[in-house]
């Protein structure tokens, strides 16, 4: 492995010049082209957050959670409450979203952590579920009919803002919530001790129980961290989007994205899901725009799925990292093509 | 006042509705105990199959039973040609195998659902069938409604065929000697691919035609899919991992929770209730409701 960025470490020349060019790139990005491409370039930040968000639990814990859209609901809702039913500025709908969706989480931690694999993953998606058809039913979040949330220059932090609340502001705000979630994910998984227990739990839990790791304190230490992460994009995703209905922010393809992101990048690296989420997020905008279909990306990525587990289960990174070369792929086949002696 | 007549028919609703369930439940940890994979796919497959009906039905005089031997066929050899698959991720030198095959299974039932809903859009399709309309009253005790009552019919005969094969032929003890050690069934000379395929094939086509049955019973959409995995996964948690007659219990269980929720709470809140359920039954009795499985881990 080479440090934190490989495939940037890779490129000619000095990397920090191509961090610097980066940096400014992503700053200037809204500048440089406008409204249109910064609600892309938001999009792709945010869907990079929300992976980077779910690979904590699944990629570096090991854990398949098939309902942390449920925290990005949980968020949105927590700011569109806060906001539209009490007139509460936009940062305590904020606050409010990491304390509701810690609480929650913790809730669905002490019983579903108990379940590992597919019954995990089958319970966190039954839960995500259960959220959304409560939220259809109940008055404060709107019901059927959603809610509206208010964007004057006083919905920031309650006294008029001097800057507008547009959208090169909320590409700013996504951008500032996307590197803190890398930054965050660099430190406490790549560099700080807590990482080398997560991924110790992953790898064999009675070995690291057998260390002095108390795993169940540490598996909910994770899956709470990551679905607040989840809480605060969606509280962030609510004031920009403006208008939520549970239909929205709390359908199950939400999560079905995290997942593929992450996975398609690589589970349990930390730029795994920056590769993933601008693949998938590039993908579904072509083919909304050049196939004129909205669904068409979901089959192609259940391919590119099958395909990536087949043949290079690392993911992206681990073809751009070289663990995966052409022999490692002609093996593969050779080997699948073995288990077709079906008579 | 629970209304007494109303009490006995959602329970005969619901015992019918269990007898379907308990074929998807049983094929379903049938694949778990061969393939050590859990199908997330298992839902898409009931999808498919409600499709299949919608689509063939019209072909043979809009009649949805007539589909279900194309059914069969098409996703037994459907399914034997997946098992290889899922044998190859879950098997060989890769980190997680058992974390692969999941992630495998998702994307196929991505795969599924996407090109059902790309082909044929979000909206609900019927699966027809005329000679299956109507019910039979039974004075003091319901109405048996005759597609319910079919269904449930087919479920226990299907399993019951499943079972015969399993436990009284030389392929069915292969595919238990598969279950119990893949590797020592090897060196006794069994063809694992094959049976592993037979067996998958097997639960592929006992579940397909589930869905015939269930699109008839309600109708056919593309997002159904989840929800019977969802209670595919329930089934197994409640029955307790691996244990076979919990299956049964437990397939009736939904059926009854499901029929019960939907008259007297809502019919939305089906999965909340279940979520419920499964949190109990996880905090209070990880082995399943009878105590007989394996801790569901």
């Not at chain 1, 919530?177 to 930054?183: Q, Y």
């Amino acid at each position: 492995m080479s440090g934190p960025v490989p495939s940037l470490d890779r490129l000619p020349g000095d990397p920090r010049y191509w961090y610097a060019g980066l940096a400014v790139l992503l700053v200037a990005w809204p500048l440089l082209f406008g409204a249109f491409w910064a609600r892309i370039g938001l999009g792709a930040l945010m869907w990079i957050g929300l992976a980077q968000s779910w690979n904590m639990i699944g990629g570096y814990a090991g854990y398949l959670d098939f309902g942390h859209g449920a925290y990005f609901g949980i968020g949105a809702f927590a700011a569109g409450i806060a906001m539209a039913q009490f007139g509460y500025p936009f940062l305590v709908g904020f606050g409010l979203a990491i304390v509701v969706s810690s609480i929650v989480s913790y809730l669905v931690a002490v019983p579903t952590l108990r379940l590992t694999g597919a019954y995990f993953a089958i319970a966190t998606w039954a839960f995500a579920e259960s959220i959304k058809q409560t939220a259809l039913v109940t008055g404060i979040t709107g019901g059927t009919f959603g809610l509206s949330l208010p964007r004057s220059p006083d919905t920031f932090v309650g006294v008029p803002v001097p800057f507008a609340i547009s959208e090169t502001f909320f590409y700013y705000a996504m951008l500032v919530l996307c590197l803190a979630t890398m930054a965050l994910t660099y430190y406490l998984f790549e560099r700080h001790e807590f990482g080398y227990r997560v991924k110790a739990l992953r790898d064999d839990q009675d070995a690291a129980e057998s260390l002095g790791i108390d795993t169940t304190r540490v598996k909910r230490q994770v899956y709470v961290l990551s679905c607040v992460v989840a809480a605060v994009f969606g509280s962030v995703h609510a004031w920009y989007i403006v208008y939520i209905h549970p239909n929205d922010v709390l359908a199950p393809i939400i999560t079905d994205r995290m997942v593929i992101m992450a996975l398609l990048g690589g589970l349990g690296t930390l730029t795994g899901p920056v590769a993933g989420g601008l693949l998938v997020f590039l993908l579904e905008r072509l083919s909304s725009v050049f196939l004129g279909s909205t669904t068409f990306y979901l089959p192609l990525i259940g391919v590119l799925i099958m395909v990536t587990v087949l043949f290079a289960p690392s993911g992206i990174i681990g073809i751009l990292r070289g663990e995966v070369d052409r022999d490692d792929v002609r093996k593969n086949v050779k080997e699948l093509g073995e288990k077709f002696d079906l008579l | 006042m629970v209304d007494i007549g109303l009490f006995t028919q959602i329970v005969i609703n619901g015992l019918l509705l269990g007898g379907i369930y308990i074929t998807i439940g049983v094929g379903f940890s049938l694949a778990f105990g061969v393939l050590e994979v859990v199908d997330f796919a298992v839902g898409e497959y009931v999808m498919v199959g409600a499709f299949m009906g919608a689509v063939l039905a019209p072909v043979f005089g809009a009649e949805g039973i007539f589909v279900i031997p194309i059914v069969l066929v098409v996703f037994f050899l459907a399914g034997s040609l997946i098992q290889p698959l899922i044998h190859h991720v879950t098997t060989g030198d890769r980190p997680h195998p058992l974390l692969m095959g999941l992630v495998f299974t998702f994307g196929l039932a991505t795969f599924l659902r996407g090109s059902v809903l790309t082909i044929f859009g979000p909206n609900n399709q019927d699966v027809p069938s005329s000679l299956l309309t109507g019910g039979v009253t039974v004075p003091g005790v319901g109405t048996f409604p005759v597609v319910r009552t079919v269904t449930a019919v087919f479920g226990v005969t299907g399993l019951l065929v499943f079972m015969y094969y399993l436990y009284r032929t030389r392929g069915g003890m292969a595919i238990r000697a598969i279950a119990e050690d893949r590797t020592n069934a090897r060196l006794m000379g069994i063809n694992i691919n094959r049976y592993q395929s037979i067996a998958y094939g097997a639960y592929a086509a006992l579940t397909g035609s589930a869905g015939v049955f269930i699109g008839m019973i309600f109708t056919a959409n593309p997002g159904m899919g989840l929800q019977y995995t969802a209670f595919a996964f329930f089934m197994v948690v409640l029955a307790g991992m691996g244990y076979l007659p919990g299956v049964i219990l437990a397939g009736i269980v939904l059926g009854l929770t499901q029929s019960f929720t939907a008259v007297y709470i809502s019919g939305n809140l089906v999965l909340l209730v279940l979520f419920a359920i499964i949190y109990v039954v996880l905090l209070v009795s990880p082995a399943g409701i009878l105590g007989k499985g394996e801790w569901a881990t």
